[in-house]
C-alpha cells in the first residue's frame, strides 16, 4: 500500500483542511457538500477532528493521501444512538486500487466496534461502482437508493445508496 493508517489529532488540521477542500473539488458529485461551504477556518476542523475520530492515509512523508470519518457525532437522540455514520471518504486518484480504503474503512469499523456502536451507516453516490462494490466486500448492504438525492450546480441529479453494517 506504500502508506500508513492514523488518527488525526487537532494538530493536523492545518494538513486536513487542503485535502478536504482538494476532494471536494475533484469528486464534488460525491458528496453532499461543496468545497466553498467548507472554506471555514481552520477552527472548525479542529472541532472536526475533535469531536468525530478522523483517520488518514499517510505517505512515508507525511502528506495526506486518503482520508475517512467516523461520524459519532450527528446521531444524538437517544433512539439512534446505536448507529454511527462513516463521511468524507477519499483517496487521491494516484492511490487508488491499491488498498488505502479498505484499510480506512476496516480502521472506522475497528473504532465503531470498540466505541460500542451496534451499526454503522454510509451513503454512497450510486455511479461510484469500485466505491460501493467495496463497501459490500466490506458486508455493507444496500438497504435503499434515494433519486436525486443530491443536486448539482448546473442541476444535474445524484442518486444516493443508503447502505449500513450491523456490527453484533
Known amino acids: 500500500m506504500g502508506c500508513s493508517i492514523r488518527q488525526l489529532t487537532i494538530d493536523d488540521a492545518a494538513i486536513f ?13 460525491a458528496y453532499h457538500s461543496t468545497a466553498g461551504e467548507w472554506e471555514l477556518p481552520l477552527e472548525r476542523y479542529e472541532a472536526l477532528i475533535r469531536e468525530n475520530p478522523v483517520f488518514a492515509a499517510t505517505d512515508p512523508a507525511g502528506a495526506i493521501t486518503g482520508v475517512a470519518i467516523l461520524g459519532i457525532t450527528s446521531r444524538t437522540k437517544s433512539q439512534i444512538r446505536h448507529k454511527c455514520e462513516i463521511w468524507s471518504v477519499y483517496v487521491e486518484p494516484s492511490m487508488r486500487g491499491k488498498g488505502v480504503a479498505r484499510s480506512l474503512m476496516e480502521a472506522c469499523i475497528n473504532e465503531a466496534r470498540q466505541r460500542g456502536f451496534e451499526a454503522v451507516v454510509l451513503t454512497a453516490s450510486t455511479h461510484l461502482t469500485r466505491a460501493v462494490k467495496l463497501y459490500e466486500s466490506l458486508g455493507f448492504v444496500t438497504y435503499g437508493t434515494e433519486r436525486g438525492a443530491v443536486k448539482m450546480a448546473e442541476g444535474r441529479y445524484v442518486d444516493n445508496h443508503h447502505m449500513e453494517l450491523w456490527l453484533l
Not at 17 to 29: A, G, H, I, M, T
Open 17 to 29: 483542511k487542503p485535502f478536504r477542500l482538494q476532494s471536494l473539488r475533484e469528486q464534488p458529485d
